[in-house]
């Protein structure tokens, strides 16, 4: 068993803590079969729903299989890497990520260090999606305007807002992650 695997001192437990951390770049490669889902999924519905002047009122909450089609593909072509064993340890994650961020330095414990960076492929996977899903919504507002799409489009921007901080520290950390800073020799 690998020692990130058990709880340490300071540290966090992990799922799989032997694969590597994804590149940022890897990372979102990984997502465009989701986004692609989405587009595919999200113009489709808006087709199928906009054949009529003003649509169906129930048209916004075709919105949640679409989202879950393109969530269930995110989950397939996801990126290898570990995982938090448990959900509580997020917050541990997110003040060891704030604090390395701050200080520009990565924390000393691998599993705290491997365990912010995984949250932070997260976060950007879940980033990449909204913005995906948010860019389909309003096309189609665009291409067929008729229908109701003042919820849709409400609910994805205040989802998109709140998760934008979380995704540029999740995008400056992993940048930490994969050029570390080194201490100077005096």
Do not use: K, N
Not at 25 to 30: A, E, H, V
Not at 103 to 129: D, F, K, V
Not at 146 to 171: I, N
């Amino acid at each position: 068993m690998d020692s990130l695997a058990r709880p340490e001192r300071a540290g966090v437990v992990l799922r799989h803590p032997g694969r590597p951390i994804p590149s940022r770049r890897r990372l979102l490669i990984s997502t465009a079969p989701a986004a692609g889902a989405a587009v595919l999924t999200g113009l489709a519905a808006t087709w199928w729903t906009g054949r009529a002047e003003s649509g169906p009122p129930w048209f916004p909450l075709l919105w949640i299989p679409v989202v879950g089609i393109a969530w269930l593909v995110l989950g397939v072509t996801r990126a290898q890497r570990p995982f938090l064993a448990h959900t509580q340890q997020r917050t541990d994650i997110t003040a060891a990520r704030h604090r390395a961020l701050r200080a520009h330095r990565l924390p000393s414990s691998p599993s705290i260090r491997i365990g912010a960076a995984a949250r932070s492929c997260t976060q950007l996977e879940t980033m990449a999606l909204l913005v995906a899903v948010g860019a389909t919504a309003a096309a189609g507002a665009v291409l067929r305007p008729g229908l109701p799409w003042l919820p849709v489009l409400v609910v994805w921007g205040v989802l998109t807002a709140a998760a934008l901080v979380p995704a540029g520290r999740s995008w400056a950390y992993l940048r930490l992650h994969e050029h570390p800073v080194r201490p100077h020799l005096s």
